[in-house]
T-cell receptor, first 112, second 113 residues
Framework: GAGVSQSPRYKVAKRGQDVALRCDPI?????LFWYQQALGQGPEFLTY????????KSGLPSDRFFAERPEGSVSTLKIQRTQQEDSAVYLC??????????FGDGTRLSIL | DQQVKQNSPSLSVQEGRISILNCDYT??????FLWYKKYPAEGPTFLIS?????DKNEDGRFTVFLNKSAKHLSLHIVPSQPGDSAVYFC????????????FGDGTTLTVKP
């Protein structure tokens, strides 16, 4: 497809389980971003890659959150030992080096 | 401390009239500003942007105004159409938009037929 693809669209996990969220960016887009969006709020920055290099991970809320983009294309956001406060929509975006970000439709994560 | 604020959670406008959405920011290092539009269950879609070296940018029915001294920007939609009903997010970034964006909490626009 032409846009940013995220999977799964919905994920339900029990507290304490590990989850992995996938993002397939637009082909040729160098930059890839992960955001967390709580209900009624705007997206909050988590981390940013340029190709395979993670240039900024200042938004990751704890060491339970880990992101990778090993070949500079597909990225995975992993959350270990999930907690209820991790419930949110996780948005991935990609862009050229500069310019507007193109967002996927997100993964809605619910932790029971 | 929220660096980008959209103080109106919602706005209702009659079809054909002007919609004005407002956004304030606190960080004077921001040099690039964007508006995104979001429909339910979809990701935000880029609408229009403005660099800090400009005070106005226009694209069809959409115009963004930037007042750097007041740290304020606004999005004007003229004429408003029912299909414009969505959540609008203001965002700001550094380094001419290379890197992360900081978002406001959004304004829900409803355009009534």
């Amino acid at each position: 497809g032409a846009g940013v693809s995220q999977s799964p669209r919905y994920k339900v996990a029990k507290r304490g389980q590990d989850v992995a969220l996938r993002c397939d960016p637009i082909s040729g887009h160098v930059s890839l971003f992960w955001y967390q969006q709580a209900l009624g709020q705007g997206p909050e920055f988590l981390t940013y890659f340029q190709n395979e290099a993670q240039l900024d991970k200042s938004g990751l809320p704890s060491d339970r959150f880990f992101a990778e983009r090993p070949e500079g294309s597909v990225s995975t956001l992993k959350i270990q030992r999930t907690q209820q406060e991790d419930s949110a929509v996780y948005l991935c975006a990609s862009s050229l080096v500069t310019g507007p970000q193109h967002f996927g439709d997100g993964t809605r994560l619910s932790i029971l | 401390d929220q660096q980008v604020k959209q103080n109106s959670p919602s706005l209702s406008v009659q079809e054909g009239r002007i919609s004005i959405l407002n956004c304030d920011y606190t960080n004077s290092m921001f040099d690039y500003f964007l508006w995104y539009k979001k429909y339910p269950a979809e990701g935000p879609t880029f609408l229009i942007s403005i660099s800090s070296i400009k005070d106005k940018n226009e694209d069809g029915r959409f115009t963004v105004f930037l007042n750097k001294s007041a740290k304020h920007l606004s999005l004007h939609i003229v004429p408003s159409q029912p299909g414009d009903s969505a959540v609008y997010f203001c965002a700001a970034s550094y380094n001419t938009n290379a890197g992360k964006s900081t978002f406001g909490d959004g304004t829900t626009l409803t355009v009534k037929p």
